[in-house]
């Protein structure tokens, strides 16, 4: 334990963000490093509780409770409050192969469980993970990794946060790792679906050079089942781990959902970052937001991204309209107790540029979206709501319920669908005849994630559905581990 009172003498220090009216005039991200005197006090703060709730990663009442990839958390905040940054790149990096990610898009449910937490502000392990590993690249900390080569060869299909993991594990043991992107570049929703401004491309470049030079193989530009059979796969490989996502996005069943302007918040999102990344968005290859009138419907993360990537086109107005009640601004112990993931109201950073914008939060709640009228162009012109309340029905679920008199009529030349995805697309599944689970992921189970067909695997969304980017990476590394096991009897990842 780094200092014994720490907790009692230093309080949190949010991580230091760039002001919303500064970043919205650009793409870049928002995270701005720390002093070092507040990070070494900040580290101070972990008290070394005797049962790390932190590094847990367990589910509890459907939400993950401390870190999925069971970070040795207290061991790395201690070596940073003693300023011993190499050690604690290495304790970090024993169960977190990228912490540049994870550091910058995950939501931290470590903090969420954090012993601290239960009677005052729990630590800032995230903002610590980023200080880290950041500096780790900047001493050249971080090298290619080179192993003694098996002489087995295995296929991964998809390159986001879980085919990424299991390409490092198994690259790392001495087997050969071919990655297949559909995309021109790799990533997945770390490239095409998080905005530059939360997670810039460079980071994710700098590791996949690393990848690269430690002999990983990215096959660009072919999607599996279209351009290449997934059956050859199969056939020229000791193993396959398919690991192409939850990427079919849940529509929304109303009237006038075909009209011109209404399109999933993914494809404008990757779109976005795609023309960013290609001419600075000079190309036009984008869905643009420019003095338009945007409602989002659905809330999380992508909604939030969407509201700040409308704002940097310029929009003339955005609100998000989400059919579940405001969350309180405080957990409520008696239905939601420590360590649960802490279900309460939270300003993120697409909000906080509303509010400095517009003056006023763009979320509005217990909304229900009943049609979208267009004009004579087949364009969109309105989103038609009304209000709901939740109740209970003759079975004990609850549903909702309109409220009468409620409705309204909001002004919309963009409507951007950001409710989550269904699950992942049929192409593999069909053509492999891969057994499903009953919400129609590829079924597998947790820590075995071999399928019904011989030497293929999966793991990530694509088997657990959409998740968090730390549940992906830890079944990318489990799922490494059982391929090495099946092709060399036993493993040591």
Sequence with gaps: MGKATGFLEYERVNPKKRSPEDRIKDWAELKLPQEPEIIKTQGARCMNCGVPFCQGGVLLNGMASGCPLHNLIPEWNELVYKGQWQEAYKRLTRTSPFPEFTSRVCPAPC???CTEGYIMEPVTVNSLEYEIIEKAFAEGWVLPQKAKKTGKKVAVVGSGPSGLAAAYYLNAVGHDVTVYERNDRAGGLMMYGIPNMKLDKQVVARRLELMKASGVRFVLNTEIGKDMPARELVDQYDAVILCGGATKPRGLEVEGKELKGVCFAVDFLKANTKSLLDSGLKDGSFISAK???VIIIGGGDTGTDCVATSIRHGCRSVYQLEIMP???EKRKEESNPWPE?????KVD??????ISLYGK????????TKKIVGNENGEVKEVHTVEVTWVKNASGRMVPQEVPGSEKVWQADLVL???GFLGPEDTILDELKLERDSRSNVKAEYEVFETNVEKVFTAGDMRRGQSLIVWAIQEGKLAAREVDKY???KSVI
């Design 341 to 345: 993931w802490p279900v309460k109201l």
């Design 361 to 368: 939060d763009p979320r509005n709640y217990l909304i229900s």
């Design 291 to 293: 003095d338009k009138n």
């Design 487 to 489: 092709l060399m009897g």
């Design 417 to 419: 669908l950001a409710m």
């Design 326 to 328: 405001e969350p309180p």
């Design 349 to 354: 950073y697409g909000q906080e540029e509303a």
């Design 111 to 113: 903090e969420g469980a």
